[in-house]
């Protein structure tokens, strides 16, 4: 059994295990409610059941038991003059307006990437959520901070929360496009943590349960797509990772809505550069940067220079390229996103690299290193990182040094499970041996970079 499929089977068990405790802890509290309801109304259980039920299935409500019907739970409420969402929830219309009305404000938060405001704003509303006992807020709050955590680098926290969402969205109570909301943030998490199979498998289901919904998802599956394509990318499955986007952009641009455009012509733009497409590549980021621009996002804005910058230096504007790449390292770092930053960075320091500049490309190279830390979301770039320095120290002629970056790089390569990225450390690691002139070593390093790329396609 693959790894892919053993997590799957593994997680659905535990998601069932998790809903039908649920449904039976939610069934005794509905049961509780009703019981203590009917005594201070004064009424037994045969009154209470009228001519509409028998006292035995009153009695197998309180007792948890079995669980009634939406319209079953409105006329008990009828019956015993109260709210029936105090009934079911044990919450009133208005308390949960109140805490609908506050998740609203942490979910604009959220939209408007205020991400330490949004996250105290979720961590502040939690215990009310909780109260409420209603599982589509319950879910909503944890869907929401799970995203705020994944931007900061917490990427297993927000597994955590997310596969809490995802056995609460499994119940009845839920559209098939809420349900395909959630997998579709696990799949972004996974990706993260570069469980690319993993990710997939769940953009996949996430796709399919969306498409099947009667409710308009355009943009949740623009957005599904998207990310697909990043993950057929990662693979460098490139014409799977193109299909994709071209799909993203069809919904996206019927959908009229800005920053889903945005990000989708920012994936493009992505795509076209991996293929060599670079002017097509650099009309995409250009209409992406006008969006940002639009919906001041000063965040994707900066990433969106970095994009702008490699393109620019691969069309032979070496300058112009490192003011793009400039500004988009000022800009990540007024946000306080080190992360983006550090990729600007190592921008900065590969231009360097290929136009001659080595001592420059070393200490942009350890300044984005630097930047990155130990992020777990982050070994794609700590491995490019490593190989900038280790290149920039063997044209120097330090060779043990550029043996030490060579290897950091591989297991940050490693971690990832991409042989098409470790081919990449084996190239380095040959061109070391080269220049040490262990020409056998080397050779063995070539066959073996050669062979990983043998499983990739293009």
């Known amino acids: ?31 509780e409610r009703l019981r203590q309801l009917r005594v201070a109304a004064g009424m037994t259980q045969t009154d209470l ?43 009133s219309a208005d308390e949960r307006g109140r805490v609908d009305a506050a998740l609203a404000r942490a979910d604009a938060l959220l939209e408007a990437r205020r991400n330490d405001e949004a996250l105290e704003e979720y961590e502040r509303i939690r215990p009310a959520v909780l109260a409420t006992g209603v599982p589509e807020l319950e879910a909503r709050a944890l869907s929401g901070e799970a ?11 927000a597994i955590g929360l997310l596969e809490r969402a995802r056995a609460l969205s499994e119940s009845t109570a839920f559209s098939d496009v809420e349900r395909a909301d959630v997998l579709f943030r696990l799949g972004v998490a996974r990706f993260k943590l570069n469980s690319v199979q993993t990710a997939i498998a769940l953009f996949d289901e996430a796709l399919k349960v969306a498409e099947r919904s009667e409710i308009p998802s355009d943009q949740l599956r623009s957005n599904i797509l998207a990310w697909r394509s990043r993950c057929y990318a990662r693979r460098r499955d490139l014409e799977a990772a193109r299909e994709d986007v071209e799909r993203a952009l069809e919904l996206a641009e019927s959908l009229n809505d800005t920053r889903t455009a945005a990000d989708v012509y920012f994936q493009a ?18 209409r992406a940067k ?19 910058g490699g393109i620019n230096f691969l069309l032979g504007h070496p300058d112009d390229a490192l003011a793009f790449l400039k500004d988009a390292v000022r800009i990540a770092l007024e946000v306080g996103n080190d992360a983006e ?13 290929r136009t001659g500049d080595v001592a420059r490309a070393e200490e942009q190279a350890r300044y984005a290193l630097k930047l990155l830390g130990n992020r777990v979301d982050e070994m794609h770039e700590i491995g490019n990182a490593q190989l900038v320095l280790g290149r920039a120290l063997l044209e120097q002629d330090r060779l ?42 080397a050779a063995r390093l070539y066959r073996q970079a050669a062979d990983a790329l043998q499983d990739v396609r293009f």
């Open 1 to 31: 059994m693959s790894s892919t499929t053993q997590y799957v089977t593994d997680s659905t068990a535990t998601r069932q295990q998790q809903q039908r405790l649920s449904a039976a802890q939610a069934g005794l509290r509905l049961g």
């Open 49 to 91: 059941a009228g001519e509409r039920f028998s006292k035995e299935y009153v009695s197998q409500i309180e007792r948890g038991k079995t669980r009634p019907t939406p319209e079953t739970i409105q006329w008990l409420a009828q019956r015993l003059g109260v709210d029936a969402g105090f009934l079911a929830n044990g919450v």
């Open 147 to 157: 995203t705020v955590r994944m931007r900061g680098g917490e990427v297993r926290e």
């Open 269 to 286: 733009s992505i795509i076209a550069d991996r293929e060599g497409h670079w002017v097509l590549a650099r009309s995409y980021a250009e």
């Open 290 to 308: 006008a969006a940002y621009e639009e919906l001041s996002d000063r965040g994707n804005l900066g990433r969106l220079l970095n994009n702008l």
């Open 341 to 353: 930053a550090a990729h600007a960075v190592n921008g900065v320091a590969q231009v360097h690299l």
């Open 400 to 441: 043990d040094e550029a043996e030490e970056a060579f290897n950091a790089g591989e297991r940050a390569y490693d971690q990832m499970s991409s042989g098409s990225h470790r081919a990449e450390a084996w190239v380095a690691q040959g061109d070391l041996a080269a220049r040490r002139g262990d020409d056998r070593t």
